[in-house]
């Protein structure tokens, strides 16, 4: 049965209210946006700087191999996370908030099962973990990512704060604890495939030097070459 009477002595409730009610009070367009991106667009945006950082940083980094192992632990330690949420509801058994709680304004239909902890927060807390290890700036923005992420599923009415907290928590949790054992294994895969003609999802290809260098190095050969003949 719905409460209400006690949602304000309860600071979980009360916050996931207050945040909500912003959705009652936005025009239409802005909830379909914030529906959009807390559904498929922030995770889409994640997953696309993880391609990025490991195309555009791990590539090039010194120790190439080992850094795009830390990439590729990014990417599974989201998937563990969400697996590893599946045992972590159904012992929780919390029902999501418009089960307990009257007048919410739940933007994304289906969403009344269990809803500790938030799947969607869980993930993109795992990656932003994992890509901060590799790269500070990558990590950085996949963090406010992550917390864009946890603030749509409060305000589409899907999940209560602390469902959000412990996604985060789950999320870093996988992918700092399994880190160790994962990326040594992970090491010595990127490092077998950085000797085979895959070498370039490894590492990347150094770029030749500029057409101009060469010619201004070849005219500067050729110069000194003249002037030793005319000494003779």
């Known amino acids: 049965m719905a409460q209400g009477a006690n949602d304000s002595a309860n600071p979980d409730v009360s916050l996931l209210r207050s945040i909500n009610d912003l959705a009652k009070q936005a025009p239409r ?24 950082c490991w195309w555009r940083v791990a590539r090039r980094s010194a120790d190439a191999p080992a850094a795009v192992a830390g990439v590729l632990w990014a990417v599974l330690a989201a998937g563990i996370a969400l697996l590893l949420n599946f045992p972590v509801r159904a012992l929780v058994r919390r029902p999501g908030p418009s089960v307990d709680h009257d007048g919410l304004d739940v933007l994304v239909s289906g969403h009344h099962g269990m809803s500790f ?15 901060f290890m590799v ?3 990558a990590g950085a923005v996949a963090l406010v990512l992550a917390l ?28 700092l604890l399994l880190a160790p054992l994962a990326l040594a294994g992970l090491t010595v895969l ?3 495939v950085a000797g085979t003609r895959a070498a370039f999802l490894v590492v990347a290809r150094r770029r030749e ?23 003779a």
């Open 29 to 52: 367009g802005v909830d379909r946006a914030v529906e959009f991106a807390g559904e498929y667009g922030l995770v889409a945006l994640t997953l696309l700087l993880a391609g990025w």
């Open 117 to 131: 902890v938030s799947d969607h927060t869980a993930l993109a807390a795992a990656v932003a973990v994992g890509l």
């Open 135 to 137: 790269s500070r700036k």
């Open 148 to 175: 864009a992420e946890g603030f749509t599923r409060v305000y589409l009415g899907t999940h209560y704060p602390t469902d959000v907290v412990g996604g985060f928590a789950l999320g870093a949790a996988t992918t």
């Open 190 to 192: 990127t490092r077998r």
């Open 209 to 231: 030097p500029h057409r101009r260098a060469r010619t201004a190095a070849a005219h500067h050969h050729w110069h000194r070459a003249d002037d030793k003949d005319l000494a």
